[in-house]
Every structure is written in C-alpha cells, then in structure tokens.
C-alpha cells in the first residue's frame, strides 16, 4: 500500500532522516509537511494560524463532513476548551477572544484539517507525540477520529526512536506498532 503522509511536528533534522528513510521503502505516494511558512496556501500549519484566512474559508461546514465536525467539536470544546485556561488549544491566548471567538475558530480549525486529509487522500499521519498547540492536538485528534493510521514517535537516542500509535500510551507503548 502507498500512503499519502502528513508528517507533523517535527525539526527538520529528523523530518529529512524520516523521509529519506520512508522514500527508501518506496510506500510513499505523496507527503506533506508542517513547514511554519508564513501565509503559504499549502502548509496546514501556516493556515492553521491564520485567523483571518481560517473564517473566511472555513466558517461554513461540508454537509458530507457534517457528522464528524460534529464528534470533533463536541469532544474538544466540552472537555477541552471550555474547561482547560492553561493549554492554548486554538494556538492563541485565551484572554484575546471571548467564548463564541474561541468556538467559531475552533469550528473553522476543523473544518480546515477535514478539509484538508480528505482533498490530500491522507492516511497515514506520522507525529511526534509532543503536541504544542491546540491545532497541533486537532491534528492528531481529527486522524483518530477518521480513523487514519497514525504513528507517534520521537528520537531521544541517536538513531533510537520511542514508538506509539495512541497518544494516551506515550510513555506505556502498549500500542507499538
């Protein structure tokens, strides 16, 4: 099977090692990588910061999509952003926007990573499981929702990974692939 990855959170370092790797397996047909590019239209990443951009592209929900827009919103806003002032789970200040701003980026969020796994046929989202910000989270969070294939890992020995596919098990691996 060729896979279409998303590889997120990573430094380029490591990201280049995991795909020079993966290319040599030749199970690649496509790759896209979080590059922290200012305004660039086909970084997830650089969209996901981009308020203005987020609500003028995504504030309305894809019928198709519908159903689990719903399941992710539900599940992050009531577990998550209402009750947790600590993690910035949109990628801002929580003290910036009232609660219907937090709740229509948030609903814009998703709408943006649907939109984007289902254009880009993603089905394998490799990851480091140290998320830093909510879209981060929302990354992972909406892969395990569609069910796409999802692998954590990170490099804390030279040419030695720690591997999971829960973010829930990180630190138990109980899941190793």
């Known amino acids: ?5 998303l590889v997120w959170q990573f430094f380029n370092l490591n990201k280049n090692y995991l795909i020079k790797n993966l290319k040599s397996y030749k199970i690649i047909n496509k790759f896209f990588l979080n590059r922290f590019e200012k305004n660039k239209k086909d970084d997830l990443s650089s969209i ?3 308020t203005d951009y987020l609500i003028k592209n ?28 600590a993690v910035e789970l949109n990628g801002i ?3 910036d926007f ?7 980026l948030l609903s814009c969020q998703i709408n943006c990573i649907l939109d984007f796994y289902k254009k880009n046929k993603i089905n ?6 140290f998320l830093c910000v909510g879209f981060d989270f929302l ?6 929702v569609l069910n796409i294939k999802t692998i954590l890992l990170v490099s804390q020995l030279r040419n030695k990974f720690f591997i999971c596919t829960d973010l829930s098990d990180f630190g138990k691996f109980e899941t190793i692939p």
Do not use: G, T
């Open 1 to 5: 099977m060729k896979y279409n990855i």
């Open 48 to 50: 996901l910061q981009n």
């Open 58 to 85: 995504y504030s309305n929900i894809n019928k198709n999509l519908e159903k689990i827009h719903k399941k992710v919103y539900d599940k992050v806003y009531e577990k998550y952003l209402k009750n947790v002032y």
């Open 93 to 95: 200040r929580k003290d």
């Open 98 to 104: 009232n609660p219907f701003d937090y709740s229509k």
């Open 124 to 129: 394998l989202l490799i990851s480091s499981p």
């Open 139 to 144: 990354v992972y969070y909406v892969a395990k």
